[in-house]
Structure formats: structure tokens, C-alpha cells
């Protein structure tokens, strides 16, 4: 430990990403990135930005991706906010929209960010925990109606397991006096988005992901969408600390992408089929799958533990996610690939097992 470390920083535990080996051969099913690439409008528009006008500052305040994002979701750009990936946006959202004297609340199994942003800005939290099978129950988020902010992903990451919307309303309906945030990174993949409860309730704020269904995951930008109040704190905060975050390749290849609905709906519905198909194949070994709705699963093995599973399909060069906390600590999460990924995943664990 540095002795010039602020109090803060000392006591952090900082995120931990998932690997990033570089290996040949090596089927990466670890970090829920695309199997699939961009959409070619996508790469065309990046490439096309890739010119003399790189030597200017971009756009500050992104305009043009505001109003294609508020165009394709039925909103008004004044309610769209952008930034360096969700993980920025939420950092943001943390300084900017929690610290109100009351503990943040969110699941004790979920995105693990949360706690290191919470610690990071010295913010109370009480972690709610999932029942019994895993789930967010929205009574235990109503039975604490003294908190200074609410957030969970739906699907929630890394169980996979959705709630339907009514549930995302009632719970709204029942906490008016703090924000609650839906963190979407991956509700393309079969669940029912929240935005359309935007204009009915101010509280309501919702983040969008491009590094998974849009399968641009290099490019580094998400966005988040609700009332024009809580975007203009969020602005607040951008502006008092990045003044310019998302460059000239970034809005473009971000812009394009958002227009293509035909490509994410197309490229999303093929991850769905495969892991429709995926999860009774896992369940013929005798695995044990949540429900997913995400475009990874989260699954277990009675023979074999979550620590056995991760390091046996290591050895076999597929890399998947083990979670050493203590309620998942048996299950792995396994990112859904392509049909030819995830054939060479079901061998991989049938040798696994055999042995």
C-alpha cells in the first residue's frame, strides 16, 4: 500500500474483470461480448469519421447521438445521456443521483460494480438479498421506503433472471421520493424494457449498454435515458469532470448502430435460439440452469464445482465466468456463442464429466 494513497483508495476493492487471455485457439464464452460482429453500417460509419476532422475536438455534447436515441426509443433528446460505456454512466449516476443520506439499495447477488462505485463515493448501502431461488423480490426493495436510491440489472447479472415490468411499475409506484435505476445492459436478449415508464414517473431511470447486443464492446459507449431533470444532473456531473467523453469514432459508429434495429433484432434473436438450444442440452448432462433471459446462463453441476467447472473448461481452452461468492459459488456463467462455440462447450464438459 502507497503511503501517498488517499483514506478512500486504500480501502477500495476494485472491480475485477473478467480475463482477457490471449491464447490461440481460445473460445472465449467468459465476458458476454457478441458472438456476432457490429452492424456493417456500424464499421462503415467509423471508417468513414476516420478523416482530417480528427484533429478537432468532437462534439461535446453528442447531439446527433442523443436525437437518434431518443428517435428510436420515443423520447426527447433532452432525456437521453451518453458516456464511455454504461460503467461511466454509472459512476456518474452513483456521485450524481445516491448520496442523499439514506442507504443505496441493490441485490447482495448481482453486478459487482456496484459495491466498488459505492465504496469509491462513500455512499451507505444495504444489499438486498435474492430469495431463495435466486430472484429479486420488489417487496424487499418496498419494505425499505428510506433509501436513497434504488438499482438493479434487468435481467439481473449474473443469474440471467428477469422481472416482468409490472413488477419494475409497482415498485415505482411505491418509491416516489428516491430514483430508481434499471440498469439494461442486457434487455435486448428477452426481456421488456423499462423505458416506456419513463414519462410517467421522474424517478425513473434506465442505462443501455453497445458492448453486448450491439456487439461493440471495443467502442466503449452506453447511454442512459429518463426524466430531463435527473439527464441534467448526470450533465452536471459529465461536465465537471469530462468535458468531451465520447471522440468523433465513438459518436458515429454509436449512431449508426442504434438506427440499425434490423441488424440487433436479427443478431439477438440468433443468441436466443442458441440458448434455447443450449440450456436443455446442459440439462441432459444434468446440469441445473436459472431461467435466462440475458445472453449468457448461469448454471451448476452436483458432481462437479463451480471452481472444477471454470478450471476444467480453462484447461480445454474455453474460458467461462466463476463467481467465488458465497451463495453462486458452485455455478459458473457460461456466455452464449455461436452454434460451432457452443457445440465445442457441450464436448468440452461432456469430457469433463467423463472423468
Not at 476493492?13 to 482477457?20: A, H, L, M, N, S
Not at 439527464?231 to 440499425?260: C, H, T, W
Amino acid at each position: 500500500m502507497s503511503r501517498f494513497w488517499s483514506k478512500a483508495v486504500a480501502q477500495l476493492t476494485p472491480y475485477t474483470p473478467g480475463e482477457q487471455l490471449q491464447i490461440t485457439d481460445l473460445i472465449k464464452l467468459n465476458t458476454n461480448e457478441s458472438p456476432y460482429g457490429p452492424s456493417p453500417k456500424a464499421v462503415a460509419a467509423i471508417q468513414n469519421a476516420c478523416n482530417d476532422s480528427l484533429r478537432l475536438y468532437p462534439p461535446p455534447n453528442s447531439d446527433a447521438l442523443k436525437e437518434t436515441i431518443a428517435k428510436v426509443y420515443g423520447l426527447e433528446s433532452s432525456q437521453v445521456f451518453v458516456g464511455n460505456g454504461s460503467d461511466e454512466i454509472l459512476a456518474h449516476i452513483f456521485l450524481g443521483l445516491f448520496k442523499h443520506g439514506a442507504p443505496l439499495l441493490f441485490p447482495d447477488i448481482s453486478y459487482t460494480f456496484y459495491p466498488v462505485y459505492a465504496s469509491l463515493y462513500e455512499i451507505d448501502t444495504v444489499q438486498v438479498p435474492l430469495d431463495d431461488h435466486l430472484n429479486i423480490q420488489i417487496d424487499d426493495y418496498i419494505a425499505h421506503p428510506q433509501n436513497g436510491g434504488i438499482i438493479f440489472p434487468n435481467p439481473n447479472a449474473p443469474t440471467g433472471q428477469a422481472i416482468p415490468l409490472t413488477e419494475i411499475e409497482r415498485l415505482l409506484k411505491a418509491n416516489t421520493n428516491s430514483v430508481v435505476v434499471i440498469d439494461e445492459a442486457y434487455v435486448d436478449f428477452g426481456t421488456e424494457s423499462s423505458v416506456s415508464l419513463i414519462n410517467q414517473y421522474d424517478n425513473l431511470l434506465v442505462t443501455h449498454s453497445l458492448s453486448k447486443s450491439r456487439a461493440l464492446a471495443g467502442l466503449r459507449v452506453g447511454y442512459a435515458m429518463g426524466h430531463a431533470s435527473l439527464i441534467e444532473g448526470l450533465e452536471r456531473v459529465k461536465n465537471s469532470f469530462n468535458s468531451y467523453p465520447l471522440d468523433r469514432l465513438a459518436q458515429a459508429g454509436a449512431q449508426a448502430a442504434i438506427a440499425d434495429q434490423v441488424h440487433l433484432k436479427q443478431t439477438s434473436q440468433k443468441v436466443i435460439d442458441s440458448r434455447n438450444k443450449l440450456v436443455p442440452e446442459l440439462d441432459a448432462l444434468g446440469f441445473k440452469t436459472l431461467p435466462s433471459s440475458a445472453n449468457f446462463v448461469f448454471t451448476s453441476h452436483p458432481d462437479l464445482s463451480g471452481e472444477e467447472l471454470y478450471q476444467g473448461l480453462r484447461d480445454q481452452k474455453i474460458l467461462v465466468r466463476h463467481f467465488k461468492a458465497p451463495r453462486i459459488h458452485q455455478y459458473v456463467r457460461i456466455t452464449v456463442g455461436t452454434e460451432l462455440q457452443c457445440a465445442d462447450l457441450l464436448k468440452a464438459l461432456k469430457k469433463l464429466l467423463k472423468n
